[in-house]
C-alpha cells in the first residue's frame, strides 16, 4: 500500500516528458516570441500625450532607437523634448523612457542618471 502510494504521489510531479498519460503532465510554459521593433517616431508622435502633459506643450521631440525588454516580449525607448513648466517657465529637456507593447506606450518614467539614454542618438520626429 505504501508503494502505490508513493507511486500515485509522483504523478503530480509529472514533467512533460514523464512516461504518464497527458493529462497527468505538467504543461511546459510556451515562449512568446519578441515583437517586431516598433516604429518609436510614429508611436510617439501618435501618442505623445502619453509621454507628456498637453500643458507642458512638447517641443523639438526626440526619439532613440527601441531597445528589447530585458524581462517580456516588448521594448523601451528613450524620448525627450523641451517642456515648459505649469508657471510658464522653461525646464529645458526632458527625457523619458516609454515601454512599448502590441505598437502602444504602456508605461513611461523620467530617466535617470544610471540609464542608457544619455550615450544614445536621437532623431526628430
Known amino acids: 500500500m505504501l508503494v502505490g502510494t508513493l507511486v500515485l504521489g509522483a504523478c503530480g510531479f509529472a514533467d512533460s516528458r514523464a512516461p504518464v498519460p497527458d493529462f497527468m503532465r505538467i504543461k511546459e510554459a510556451e515562449q512568446?516570441?519578441?515583437?517586431?521593433?516598433?516604429?518609436?517616431?510614429?508611436?510617439?508622435?501618435?501618442?505623445?500625450?502619453?509621454?507628456?502633459?498637453?500643458?507642458?506643450?512638447?517641443?523639438?521631440?526626440?526619439?532613440?532607437?527601441?531597445?528589447?525588454e530585458v524581462r517580456g516580449t516588448g521594448w523601451t525607448a528613450c524620448v525627450r523634448a523641451q517642456l515648459t513648466s505649469a508657471t510658464g517657465s522653461a525646464l529645458g529637456t526632458q527625457t523619458y523612457i516609454v515601454t512599448i507593447s502590441g505598437g502602444k506606450i504602456v508605461d513611461r518614467r523620467r530617466a535617470e542618471a544610471d540609464d542608457i539614454c544619455g550615450s544614445e542618438a536621437y532623431e526628430p520626429i
Open 32 to 68: 512568446q516570441l519578441p515583437e517586431p521593433p516598433p516604429d518609436v517616431k510614429r508611436v510617439v508622435r501618435e501618442q505623445i500625450e502619453v509621454v507628456f502633459l498637453n500643458t507642458s506643450y512638447p517641443r523639438e521631440v526626440q526619439v532613440a532607437l527601441p531597445h528589447h
